[in-house]
């Protein structure tokens, strides 16, 4: 056997060693005050998101609907269970210990997701001196645009891109781990460059372009490009495609691949589109925007869509004109351009041409670029570069300070889209917000009817009837942008239900089901709406589809049973709440509701389990003691019974005086 070839090292000619050691001090030394002013800009810049709360955009899915989150005991399930398509346990698990430190406040969310920025910050600014043979100009440039930078503050500011910050802390980790590799030769790094793939894998799929970028870092070592070079990239690549396999399937299986049907030839321009304004973003981060939908199907698109090309070739010529004379150029574009691959949408996935938070990674490459060319422009005299950047660098954080503010919740952020970049998914996320506070006006106009505050009812209705009145103008305006936006008919027919008016519901129901007729939340309501006009075997049978479609939709067993309730048909009734349990066991209303089923059965003592056992999770209901007293009533055990209504009626139950003196109360 040949020896065993050693991993290929980069060393600096002694002409460039020289040139290093007579290099001005502020051009390669690390000025001590370098990283504490990246981070200090940074943290100020972004005061605004430590003040924000969630947002109706993801949030529910990752945070306030996912009960797997919530309980701590289910921490496997939470490990392996995929959130709208992808698997990423570590950011999962990250979110986890927020709620255990702050439950449904978002401070704790916001401050990690902060925190996490901050340390990939400094892992910029590592990785950078370490690319640039310790270039401290190049270095800061490059950390503080990636820290202060406008285009950042969706993957920081936003709870559910926690993924975003997470797996690039550990990805920019690789990285470092592996140029230390290349230039040292030692194992222990090539091991921890396995290690910290993996992680970024967990903490996003995402990842998987990691072992492409190593290529990049090949190409400014000047590394021949060989098989060997190549086969050093297996164990990087093995459980990147292993990870890239088990995200199409759960995208598939989410519906998170179907996108819009352009046609190859579009999806090409959007692919060069995004690179040109992603890039154009960089330099004018103006009319920022959550959410950049589409363009219309049927119409034609914009000029500028064909003017990408050529910004792409133009990029390419300039790619390759720097292969020998200056790997920076070449590096910073290859960078920029694999990082951003696999989210130009030239295979359309979700509804957005282009979003803000795919930059993250990506600008490393530009800001590396810039930082050079500072530091080349400073090279005699360092302040000259300090005087152009630190100018920049406040435009940015006032910027990157202003878009904080509007991540404050899910009005402020949907309006500001609303201003920028109107959309129909904007329009619809503004309208649930409206319907949201319209039903929280109505609750409220209830109680105070109860208290008998008449005049003050009245207000809250008033003004419930005006957010709903928005709701259905901005749900009007989301279908009117997008015809086969089948969501906007869905959530509108859900107000006209709220208001009773079960024609036009119906109508909006049926339109959504036109457009896509296994959209299985639809069908759902559409059962709902039959129940409550008590035609139960409509009710059943679209809610049996429901559940066909999607056997794992909650609502659909909540609903059903309540339809079962009403025809008597317990047992069946009684399985379909167990089944709601096993997706969400702290549910206390549906285990009080079991044992009523098991009371109307004459299952009196099983009856008592369940009911005791709804109030121990929730003991200020008093709906949950009427039944109880119920139950306790039929057992002949009045003492407790009489307890029990009496506590129901203390915390505002109407509860029958004829029942009471029948327990023996007054």
């Not at 990752?62 to 289910?74: F, Q, T």
């Not at 300070?401 to 609303?418: A, H, P």
């Not at 036109?514 to 035609?535: E, H, S, V």
């Amino acid at each position: 056997m040949g020896k065993k070839k050693k991993p290929e090292k980069y060393s600096l000619s002694k002409e460039k060693q020289a040139q290093n050691k007579s290099a001005k001090p502020g051009q390669n030394d690390t000025p001590r005050w370098h990283l504490p002013f990246i981070l200090i800009i940074t943290f100020i810049a972004y005061l605004p998101a430590l003040n924000a709360g969630f947002v109706n955009w993801d949030d529910g899915d990752y945070v306030g609907d996912n009960i797997l989150v919530k309980d701590i005991s289910r921490v496997g399930e939470l490990l392996v269970t995929p959130v709208q398509g992808n698997h990423h346990p570590i950011t999962m698990l990250s979110l986890a210990i927020n709620y255990i430190l702050s439950g449904e406040n978002a401070w704790s969310y916001h401050l990690l997701n902060l925190l996490f920025h901050l340390a990939n910050c400094f892992l910029v600014y590592r990785l950078a001196l370490q690319l640039s043979r310790n270039n401290a100009i190049l270095a800061f440039v490059a950390s503080l645009l990636f820290g202060i930078h406008p285009m950042h503050v969706e993957s920081v500011a936003w709870i559910s891109e926690r993924k975003d910050v997470l797996y690039s802390l550990f990805f920019l980790a690789g990285l470092i781990s592996y140029t230390c590799y290349i230039d040292t030769g030692l194992r222990k790094h090539f091991r921890l460059v396995i290690l910290f793939c993996i992680l970024s894998l967990l903490s996003k799929p995402a990842a998987v372009i990691f072992p492409v970028a190593l290529f990049c870092i090949d190409l400014l070592r000047r590394r021949k490009f060989s098989f060997g070079l190549f086969t050093e990239k297996i164990p990087f690549f093995i459980p990147a495609i292993i990870m890239g396999i088990i995200t199409v399937i759960a995208q598939k299986s989410a519906g998170a691949t179907e996108g819009e049907p352009f046609g190859l030839g579009k999806n090409i321009l959007f692919g060069f589109y995004g690179i040109m304004m992603y890039f154009v973003k960089i330099i004018l981060p103006l009319k920022l925007s959550a959410f950049y939908p589409f363009p219309p199907i049927n119409e034609n698109l914009p000029a500028v869509y064909y003017v990408a090309p050529l910004f792409s070739l133009a990029l390419a010529v300039l790619f390759f004109l720097n292969m020998r004379k200056n790997r920076v150029a070449a590096f910073g574009i290859s960078f920029y351009l694999v990082n951003l691959l696999l989210v130009l949408q030239v295979f359309s996935v979700g509804s957005a041409v282009m979003s803000e938070r795919y930059t993250y990674l990506p600008y490393i490459g530009w800001f590396y670029i810039g930082g050079y060319l500072l530091s080349q422009f400073g090279k005699s005299y360092p302040v000259k570069a300090y005087s152009v950047i630190i100018p920049a660098a406040f435009i940015f954080s006032v910027l990157t300070f202003r878009q904080s503010q509007k991540w404050k919740n899910g009005e402020t952020l949907w309006d500001s889209v609303i201003k920028t970049n109107p959309s129909s998914r904007a329009y619809s996320a503004r309208a649930t917000l409206f319907r949201k506070k319209a039903s929280a006006l109505k609750q409220e106009a209830g109680l105070l009817m109860q208290k008998n505050q008449m005049e003050e009812a009245n207000k809250k209705n008033d003004e419930a009837s005006k957010n709903y009145d928005q709701a259905i103008a901005y749900y009007s305006e989301a279908v009117r942008i997008n015809k086969i936006d089948h969501e906007s008919y869905n959530n509108r027919a859900n107000i006209y239900m709220d208001l009773n008016k079960f024609d036009l519901a119906h109508q909006d129901y049926k339109s959504a089901l036109a457009i896509k007729p296994d959209y299985f939340t639809t069908l759902d309501n559409i059962g709902a709406m039959y129940a409550r006009k008590n035609q139960f075997d409509s009710a059943l049978y679209y809610l049996d589809r429901a559940i066909k479609i999607k056997p794992d939709y909650k609502a659909s067993y909540s609903n059903r049973g309540l339809v079962l309730m009403s025809l008597k048909r317990y047992d069946e009734a009684i399985r379909d709440w167990k089944k709601f349990l096993e997706f969400e066991p702290n549910a206390a209303d549906v285990v009080n509701t079991i044992g009523m089923c098991l009371r109307l059965q004459g299952r009196y003592q099983e009856a008592l389990t369940y009911i005791d056992r709804a109030i121990q999770m929730t003991p200020h209901v008093p709906q949950f003691y009427l039944n109880r007293s119920y139950t306790h009533s039929v057992l002949n055990n009045k003492p407790q019974a009489l307890k029990d209504a009496l506590t129901a009626r203390q915390n505002g139950v109407a509860v029958d005086q004829a029942y009471i003196n029948s327990l023996g109360g007054q």
